[in-house]
């Protein structure tokens, strides 16, 4: 369970940094306890009518984070049910941003709306969600899967990432989530350690120096299907990875017969 403003707001800076932010703007706006003098944030987050959909306080339940295992080592935790749904606010504050700054921070925040997610495995899809927007200059969740690739093409350009929507459909969201969950390294593919070590690992790494995986997943829904949203982080120097690193795990997803690694392969090459 993540629906909390701590939360989100480390998902804005996230985003913030990816899209190309630097440190001294990223103080300005969302403040900073290490500059001097201490800069106060001008966002404030809040959360606020949190429930199950229908009015009621919000379900929890076992949820497995690995969807594509079963019992044990589909490693289930304790999540929101699906259906879940909260207010999020942002306020200025502090005499408020400035043109420039309100206008990066509603790219920032678009951006963690159209390619983000909240809480555990993130990266894996964990967390996705759908959004309307509550105030009349707010912004809209495209309906449709040309005008959510013509937002995605808006938003990230220029950016260090290469975000794209992928073209294969699926009838529900576990189903999505099951094919960006089941790729390789663990237990489960030892033998591909070595080729995922060429590739500076490209799908994170736990053992031998925790690493975040710099190719991303989210889950939304568009008409009646769901589609996946997968995000590479070109930042060789935040993630140690070269850009040839991405078309490698595609290519070697696809050779094991990974439907994730045909379905980013359909789009990527």
């Known amino acids: 369970p993540e629906i909390r403003p701590p939360s989100i707001r480390g998902q804005l800076h996230w985003w913030f940094r990816a899209l190309g932010g630097t440190a001294r703007d990223e103080d300005a706006i969302f403040g900073s306890v290490h500059s001097q003098p201490v800069l106060a944030s001008k966002i404030v987050v809040r959360v606020s009518g ?17 969807p594509h295992k079963r019992g044990g080592e589909a490693s289930p935790k304790w999540a929101f049910k699906p259906g879940t749904t909260f207010d999020l606010h942002l306020l200025e504050r502090l005499g408020g941003l400035t043109d420039d700054q309100r206008q990066t921070c509603r790219r920032t925040l678009e951006a963690w709306l159209l390619a983000g997610t909240l809480g555990l495995r993130a990266t894996r899809a964990g ?13 809209p969740m495209p309906g449709d899967v040309p005008a959510y690739s013509d937002r995605l093409t ?12 992928l ?12 094919c960006v969950s089941d790729t390789l390294g663990g237990r489960d593919y030892p033998q591909d350690t070595n080729h995922l070590a060429r590739l500076r690992d490209p799908l994170g790494r736990v053992f031998g120096g925790r690493k975040t995986s710099p190719l991303r997943f989210r889950i939304v829904k568009l008409g009646s299907g769901f589609h996946i949203v997968a995000t590479w982080d070109d930042r060789s120097a935040v993630t140690g990875n070269q850009p040839g690193d991405l078309k490698g795990i595609i290519d070697l997803l696809a050779n094991r017969e990974k439907p994730v690694g045909d379905a980013l392969r359909d789009i990527c090459v």
Do not use: C
């Open 154 to 165: 808006a938003v990230f350009n220029g950016a260090p990432l290469r975000v794209m929507l």
């Open 50 to 66: 949190a429930n199950d959909g229908n009015g009621s306080s919000p379900q929890k339940a076992e949820i497995n984070t690995l």
């Open 167 to 178: 073209k294969k459909s699926f009838s529900n969201a576990e189903a999505a989530r099951h």
């Open 127 to 139: 967390g996705s969600f759908i959004w309307h927007s509550l105030a009349d200059d707010g912004i």
